[in-house]
């Protein structure tokens, strides 16, 4: 048995997702820009996807932008945001963000071409609100403050900091990465202060390569590619209409069910997290006491290193992650866990285990039984190995 505990990784495509896209990867086809009867079918699906989308993100259709993926939205919100300011006339301003956003924002601030303000978190990987609030101004144009973090799965007080750059710094759009949210939290009421909302579909059981910046009226953003009039000028290029389709209809599914699932997740997610600091020496979870998306728990280990935990972990049938997916692979400690004050020889012991609302006991067990070994073996060779403890 494979016990799958990556899904913040990325999920299996939902049911309803695959059923929505197969006739548009078969018999049914058409580029919604064009006038024939092809093309009109085209662009009627893609309408009444964004619609679809709208609803369960409570905003108007016409806010709905289609990109390729949760990456692309993210650039989109934060350049596009400064970039549609400077198109305007007006000062491009300042950017601000957090310290544990995902690269896709950070490193979107860091091309936006003007000063980027950081700010901290504390020990939980909140946002620190003193110093946000110090952070604001006049100058400051995007606040990008992601709803829940990707690596230890920590939900932000987003109202709270809504309230904060209204009051603070008036001339700024806010920005919120819900990718790693949407599963878990309803955005008609969690996001409903952001200006600009970030989805990726294959975070919650649509297809990879589609995602949705929803930009609320008044939030204009730049495309960040030249090319045809698509989604309003924001977003050049034919459709991927089966993706968007698969993407509505594992958003609609994901909305329906939320509420019937989270508590079993966070059950789940909890007899996880607490069998393994029980079973495990000196074992620790990031952003215990805040509070935190069902899906995602993060344990750092201290004394082994995250990429042996992997293997082990793999060639024993659970896959797990050791922080985000594009952090793995390259031995540096993460930079959520760094600015959270965790040691970095602590952060190089990280472990993510992630959640669905498919995952079953049995995989949770697989997980209690396979990483306290794993973890055992590492720590038998170290101090086996000369020069070891
Ligand atoms: N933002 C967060 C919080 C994520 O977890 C991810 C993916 O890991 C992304 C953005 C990027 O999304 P995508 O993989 O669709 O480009």
């Known amino acids: 048995m494979l016990a799958y505990l990556d899904h913040a990784a990325t999920t299996p495509v939902l049911p309803e997702a695959a059923e929505a896209m197969i006739p548009w990867l078969t018999a049914q086809f058409g580029n919604p820009s064009g006038s024939h009867s092809v093309a009109r079918a085209a662009r009627a699906a893609v309408e009444e996807a964004r619609e679809r989308v709208a609803g369960v993100l409570g905003v108007e259709p016409g806010a709905v932008v289609f990109t390729g993926g949760g990456t692309e939205s993210d650039n989109l919100a934060v350049r596009g945001a400064v970039e549609a300011r400077r198109r305007a006339g007006l000062p491009p301003g300042v950017v601000v963000t957090s310290a544990v956003e995902h690269h896709a924002v950070l490193h979107a601030a860091a091309r936006a071409g003007v000063p980027v303000r950081e700010?901290?978190?504390?020990?939980?990987?909140?946002?620190?609100?003193?110093?946000?609030?110090?952070?604001?101004?006049?100058?400051?144009?995007?606040?990008s403050i992601m709803l829940a973090n990707n690596?230890?799965?920590?939900?932000?007080?987003?109202?709270?900091?809504?309230?904060?750059?209204?009051?603070?710094?008036?001339?700024?759009?806010?920005?919120?990465?819900?990718?790693?949210?949407?599963?878990?939290?309803?955005?008609?009421?969690?996001?409903?202060?952001?200006?600009?909302?970030?989805?990726?579909?294959?975070?919650?059981?649509?297809?990879?390569?589609?995602?949705?910046?929803?930009?609320?009226?008044?939030?204009?953003?730049?495309?960040?590619?030249?090319?045809?009039?698509?989604?309003r000028e924001r977003r050049p290029g034919t459709h991927n209409v089966a993706g968007i389709l698969g993407a509505a209809a594992a958003a609609v599914a994901t909305d329906a069910g939320r509420?019937?699932?989270?508590?079993?997740?966070?059950?789940?997610?909890?007899?996880?997290?607490?069998?393994?600091?029980?079973?495990?020496?000196?074992?620790?979870?990031?952003?215990?006491?805040?509070?935190?998306?069902?899906?995602?728990?993060?344990?750092?280990?201290?004394?082994v290193e995250s990429e042996a935990l992997l293997v082990l972990l793999d060639d024993a049938g659970v896959a797990a992650s050791a922080g985000s997916a594009c952090a793995s692979g390259a031995i540096e400690a993460s930079h959520v866990l760094l600015a959270m004050g965790v040691p970095e020889r602590q952060a190089l012991g990280a472990l993510r285990l992630s959640l669905a609302p498919s995952t079953t006991d049995a995989e949770i067990d697989a997980a209690l039984d396979a990483v306290p070994r794993a973890v055992g073996q590492l720590r038998a060779a170290t101090v086996a190995a000369p020069g070891g403890r």
Not at 125 to 143: I, K, P, R, S
Not at 160 to 178: G, K, M, N, Q
Not at 191 to 220: C, I, M, N, T, Y
Not at 270 to 296: N, T
Request: hydrophobic letters at 50%.
């Open 259 to 303: 509420a019937g699932y989270v508590g079993d997740v966070a059950a789940r997610r909890d007899r996880l997290a607490g069998g393994l600091l029980a079973g495990i020496a000196g074992a620790s979870l990031m952003g215990a006491s805040a509070p935190r998306v069902p899906g995602i728990a993060q344990l750092c280990f201290g004394d």
């Open 151 to 231: 690596e230890v799965g920590t939900v932000q007080p987003l109202d709270e900091i809504v309230e904060l750059v209204r009051r603070r710094a008036p001339a700024a759009v806010v920005h919120t990465d819900a990718v790693q949210a949407f599963r878990w939290i309803d955005l008609r009421s969690a996001a409903a202060g952001a200006d600009l909302v970030s989805l990726s579909a294959h975070k919650f059981g649509g297809p990879q390569g589609v995602g949705v910046l929803a930009a609320r009226e008044g939030a204009a953003v730049h495309r960040m590619v030249e090319g045809g009039g698509q989604e």
């Open 119 to 143: 700010a901290p978190v504390t020990a939980d990987g909140v946002v620190d609100l003193d110093a946000l609030a110090g952070l604001l101004d006049a100058d400051v144009t995007v606040v």
